[in-house]
């Protein structure tokens, strides 16, 4: 099992920013991909950016583009999400999650989570 912590959360005002860890321990070794994720009470669960831990290849929702930036540390360990410019409708619960590919995957198939991090943003 790989176990998936997140951090970083806060409450901000729109236009400042946050920075998000997830920190990866057990057998990570095949979970190729790391995806943060944030969902809103009422609101389906929104694939924000993911990574691929060889590659780098990254990839983002249409709504942070410019904005946000996903990246890995040199072990590979840990993920994170810088969030930039932040807006009011970025708060959500957001959650770090692993599985062995980041294209052609659902969210739901996503092999592990982590318990998740608030994060909001006011006006």
């Known amino acids: 099992q790989v176990q998936l912590v997140e951090s970083g959360g806060g409450s901000v005002q729109a236009g400042g920013s946050l920075r998000l860890s997830c920190v990866a321990s057990g057998n990570a070794y095949n979970r190729y991909c790391i995806g943060w994720f944030r969902q809103t009470p009422g609101k389906e669960r929104e694939r924000v950016a993911t990574i691929g831990r060889l590659s780098g290849t990254t990839r983002y929702a249409d709504s942070v583009k410019g904005r946000f930036t996903i990246s890995q540390d040199n072990g590979k360990n840990t993920v994170y999400l810088q969030m930039n410019s932040l807006k009011p409708e970025d708060s959500a619960m957001y959650y770090c999650?692993?599985?062995?590919?980041?294209?052609?995957?659902?969210?739901?198939?996503?092999?592990?989570w982590g318990q998740g991090t608030q994060v909001t943003v006011s006006s």
């Open positions: 999650a692993a599985h062995h590919a980041c294209t052609g995957v659902l969210a739901s198939e996503f092999s592990s």
